[in-house]
C-alpha cells in the first residue's frame, strides 16, 4: 500500500501564501499520477490539482487555477502544493493522493491512495 504524509498545513491569513508538501517514504508512488483534493466543513472532498508520474500533465479546479501550483521532485519523492492568494474559501483539509495509474486523473474516486490529511485555514 502507498504511504503518503503531507505536511505544511497552518493558519494564515486571506492573501497570504502556503506550501503543502506529500512525502512518499517507501517510494511506491514515483511512478504513479498523483494530486491534492481538500474537504471543508459540512462538504464532500473535492479536486483540487493533479499531475502525471513525470510532471509533464497537470490539471486544476477552476477555483485555484492561477493561484495554487502542483509540482513534484521525483528523486526526492515529494508532491508540492504551491498556494498563493489564498482566501478563507480554501479552508479545509488537503490530502495528497495517488491514482493507480501514471496519467494525471481530476476524478476523486479515480484515487486509491490517501494521505491522512493537513489542516489549511485562511482567515478574512
Known amino acids: 500500500q502507498v504511504q503518503l504524509v503531507e505536511s505544511g498545513g497552518g493558519l494564515v491569513q486571506a492573501g497570504d501564501s502556503l506550501r503543502l508538501s506529500c512525502t512518499n517514504p517507501?517510494?511506491?508512488?514515483?511512478?504513479?499520477?498523483m494530486g491534492w483534493l481538500r474537504q471543508a466543513p459540512g462538504k464532500g472532498r473535492e479536486f483540487v490539482a493533479s499531475i502525471s508520474w513525470n510532471g509533464a500533465d497537470r490539471f486544476y479546479a477552476d477555483s485555484v487555477k492561477g493561484r495554487f501550483t502542483i509540482s513534484r521532485d521525483r528523486a526526492k519523492n515529494i508532491l508540492y502544493l504551491q498556494m498563493n492568494s489564498l482566501k478563507p474559501e480554501d479552508t479545509a483539509v488537503y490530502y495528497c493522493?495517488?491514482?493507480?495509474?501514471?496519467?494525471?486523473?481530476?476524478?476523486?474516486?479515480?484515487?486509491?491512495?490517501w494521505g491522512q490529511g493537513t489542516q489549511v485555514t485562511v482567515s478574512s
Open positions: 517507501r517510494r511506491t508512488a514515483s511512478n504513479n499520477g
Open positions: 493522493a495517488a491514482n493507480i495509474g501514471s496519467r494525471a486523473v481530476t476524478h476523486g474516486s479515480a484515487f486509491t491512495s
